[in-house]
């Protein structure tokens, strides 16, 4: 674009984004703490899903100093169900650096948010635009469609290539003095109009400028990138029932995927096992502890973003145990079944809970 025809482009979108942009909590102050805590949940999730997550959250934990001082159960309890669980567990490290070096106010300095746990480029981008209103540009899913069809680029957008390009024009179009409602203008134009499918062009506040509106090559801009496909995961789950009639629930490794929720012990099953067999052989050695399999509960599928996973779930009566350690030691608990809903769950788990509550009601 030439010097006049992005200062017209500038003008007609911020324009645009004054009338039409969608009311948004984080929006009405723009405080620091809020626009970090809803650019951290928007990761890889639509802004309708977000919003309850957003209420929820900010009516529990108030001040990054709440954050910092609230147990990670809680943390995870306020997550459950947006996944990508470890943005919830780095929000906390984050807050307890946040308390620990800057007196409790999120830094301004770029070098310093690129410096707390996750918070990459494009987070660290967001919150010094939005937040503090600094010229930083930021590039996600949206503004990656909106300006590859603004400029007709067909190329792959996750070459290295491509990324420097679409990173440059993204800081060079950033008016003077207005990076944050510029920024959010270009996200909320590929939120709301200039869709992955079927985007709404004949709304849209820049048509003129488009390049692949000319070209007639939206379909084929951005161009698409090939996922692998999704890995396929079989597994065993035991629903254990004590003599009081209570649950055993195990929490997972604080690191690595789901780290941190609780479950439902289970085991992962190689291609024709006897099920019920590995089921009791799986959990002797994780638990420590002698069931019996009594009969199938259910057949769950879940897709997780990087696998699926079929789980084949039993209800199963405790025996005995194998060793003189605590549950505790295990990181397990006894729980009723009335009380599982204080314990953060993964999807598919959370899906068993619901099927035995709705038998015990039946
Ligand atoms: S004209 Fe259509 S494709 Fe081009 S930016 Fe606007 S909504 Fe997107």
Same mark, same amino acid.
């Given at each position: 674009m030439t010097p006049t025809e992005l200062s017209l482009f500038q003008i007609q979108l911020l324009e645009w984004f004054t009338q039409q942009q969608r009311p948004l909590p984080w929006r009405q102050h723009y405080e620091p703490y809020a626009v970090w805590i809803s650019e951290i949940m928007l990761q890889q999730t639509q802004v309708a899903t977000v919003l309850p997550y957003f209420d929820r959250w900010m009516e529990m934990l108030p001040s990054i100093q709440a954050v910092a001082e609230t147990s990670e159960d809680t943390i995870l309890k306020l997550w459950e169900g947006l996944g990508y669980y470890?943005?919830?567990?780095?929000?906390?490290?984050?807050?307890?650096?946040?308390?620990?070096?800057?007196?409790?106010?999120? =830094?301004?300095?770029?070098?310093?948010?690129?410096?707390?746990?996750?918070?990459?480029?494009?987070?660290?981008?967001?919150?010094?635009?939005?937040?503090?209103?600094?010229?930083?540009?930021?590039?996600?899913?949206?503004?990656?469609?909106?300006?590859?069809?603004?400029?007709d680029w067909r190329d792959n957008p996750r070459s290295a290539e491509m990324q420097k390009k679409i990173w440059n024009a993204a800081e060079a179009w950033i008016p003077e003095g207005n990076a944050r409602f510029f920024n959010q203008?270009?996200?909320?134009?590929? !939120?709301?109009?200039?869709?992955?499918?079927?985007?709404l062009c004949l709304l849209c506040p820049v048509p003129s400028f488009c390049k692949?509106?000319? !070209?007639?090559?939206?379909?084929?801009?951005?161009?698409?990138?090939?996922?692998?496909?999704?890995?396929?995961?079989i597994t065993a789950l035991a629903v254990?029932?004590?003599?009081?009639?209570?649950?055993?629930? !195990?929490?997972?490794?604080?690191?690595?995927?789901?780290?941190?929720?609780?479950?439902?012990?289970?085991?992962?099953?190689?291609? &024709?096992?006897?099920?019920?067999q590995a089921l009791k052989q799986g959990i002797r050695q994780q638990q420590d502890i002698l069931i019996t399999v009594d009969q199938?509960?259910?057949?769950?599928?879940?897709?997780?973003?990087?696998?699926?996973?079929?789980?084949?779930?039993?209800?199963?009566?405790?025996?005995?145990?194998?060793? &003189?350690?605590?549950?505790?030691?295990?990181? !397990?608990?006894?729980? =009723?079944?009335?009380?599982?809903?204080?314990?953060?769950?993964?999807?598919?788990?959370g899906k068993i809970i619901q099927i035995l509550s709705q038998e015990r009601m039946a």
């Amino acid at each position: 674009m030439t010097p006049t025809e992005l200062s017209l482009f500038q003008i007609q979108l911020l324009e645009w984004f004054t009338q039409q942009q969608r009311p948004l909590p984080w929006r009405q102050h723009y405080e620091p703490y809020a626009v970090w805590i809803s650019e951290i949940m928007l990761q890889q999730t639509q802004v309708a899903t977000v919003l309850p997550y957003f209420d929820r959250w900010m009516e529990m934990l108030p001040s990054i100093q709440a954050v910092a001082e609230t147990s990670e159960d809680t943390i995870l309890k306020l997550w459950e169900g947006l996944g990508y669980y470890t943005r919830a567990r780095n929000i906390q490290k984050a807050a307890i650096m946040i308390c620990e070096k800057h007196g409790g106010q999120i =830094p301004q300095d770029f070098s310093e948010l690129l410096a707390l746990p996750g918070i990459g480029r494009y987070t660290a981008g967001a919150i010094a635009s939005i937040a503090f209103n600094q010229e930083r540009p930021i590039v996600d899913g949206n503004i990656v469609r909106v300006l590859c069809r603004l400029m007709d680029w067909r190329d792959n957008p996750r070459s290295a290539e491509m990324q420097k390009k679409i990173w440059n024009a993204a800081e060079a179009w950033i008016p003077e003095g207005n990076a944050r409602f510029f920024n959010q203008a270009l996200m909320e134009l590929g !939120a709301t109009l200039c869709s992955t499918q079927a985007p709404l062009c004949l709304l849209c506040p820049v048509p003129s400028f488009c390049k692949a509106l000319k !070209a007639n090559t939206i379909d084929a801009v951005p161009a698409k990138t090939k996922r692998p496909p999704a890995k396929q995961r079989i597994t065993a789950l035991a629903v254990i029932q004590n003599e009081e009639g209570e649950l055993l629930i !195990a929490k997972r490794p604080a690191e690595g995927l789901m780290g941190g929720l609780w479950e439902f012990p289970n085991i992962n099953l190689d291609k &024709d096992t006897d099920i019920e067999q590995a089921l009791k052989q799986g959990i002797r050695q994780q638990q420590d502890i002698l069931i019996t399999v009594d009969q199938p509960l259910s057949i769950i599928k879940h897709a997780y973003t990087s696998f699926k996973v079929t789980l084949h779930c039993f209800l199963c009566t405790y025996q005995r145990s194998e060793s &003189d350690s605590t549950r505790e030691e295990h990181s !397990a608990q006894w729980v =009723p079944l009335e009380n599982l809903k204080q314990f953060s769950f993964p999807a598919a788990h959370g899906k068993i809970i619901q099927i035995l509550s709705q038998e015990r009601m039946a």
